[in-house]
């Protein structure tokens, strides 16, 4: 008799056994801010992602696109490129943010150089965030009210990861975030970087992504 070979859904369940063995870890997983990051350390390049919000356990898949990964890393070569390495540390999604509702990892976080060794930071000072199908909805809502509740930082971004635009808050003279962001599109613009003293250039940031398709 040919043995089924097929491992790609437990028997009964429909669900492949990766998925199931990845919400038995959420279901286990600590709530406590400290504890989580312990324990996400020790799991996250295995099994994805984990961030903690309001108590409850989530998990991205680590697999992203090639924009999406040349979006970051222009960011990233940015960043490193115009700030002292001295005054501020650029970390890209394996370096966890502290928010006042849980633990983020946000795609990209500049904050204030340390020496000591951590596991995250609760003073950002710049956040941006990529888009991609599975987290559109939260860099939006979700993140967007996390990130902004968090006294040190000062600019969020939002780029796509298909043309060139972005969506930036920054927090203005009063401590307050606009209601709505600044959109941008094309290469020709800049984003001002409060508190870093720096702008990012749209050409910069979206080198080797293509142009919005024209619409005749």
Request: some cysteine; proline content about 6%.
């Amino acid at each position: 008799m040919q043995q089924n070979t097929n491992r790609g859904f437990q028997e009964g369940t429909g669900r492949q056994p990766d998925l199931i063995r990845r919400e038995d870890l959420i279901n286990s997983a600590p709530t406590e801010p400290e504890a989580f990051l312990l324990w996400g350390a020790q799991r996250q390049r295995e099994e994805g992602k984990f961030e903690l919000s309001h108590g409850r356990v989530t998990c991205d898949m680590i697999w992203t696109s090639r924009y999406h990964a040349r979006v970051c890393g222009n960011i990233l070569r940015e960043l490193l490129r115009l700030l002292d390495p001295d005054r501020f540390d650029v970390s890209a999604a394996d370096f966890a943010v502290r928010t006042p509702f849980g633990v983020r990892s946000p795609d990209v976080v500049v904050d204030h150089a340390n020496p000591r060794r951590e596991l995250s930071t609760s003073g950002p000072i710049f956040i941006a965030e990529v888009l991609s199908p599975s987290t559109a909805g939260k860099d939006f809502t979700e993140k967007l009210v996390e990130y902004t509740a968090i006294d040190s930082l000062q600019t969020y971004l939002i780029c796509s990861q298909d043309e060139p635009r972005t969506w930036v808050w920054a927090r203005q003279g009063d401590l307050s975030w606009p209601k709505l962001p600044q959109e941008l599109a094309g290469r020709d613009g800049v984003i001002a970087v409060g508190g870093l003293d720096i702008e990012l250039s749209m050409a910069a940031i979206f080198r080797g992504i293509p142009d919005a398709p024209t619409v005749e």
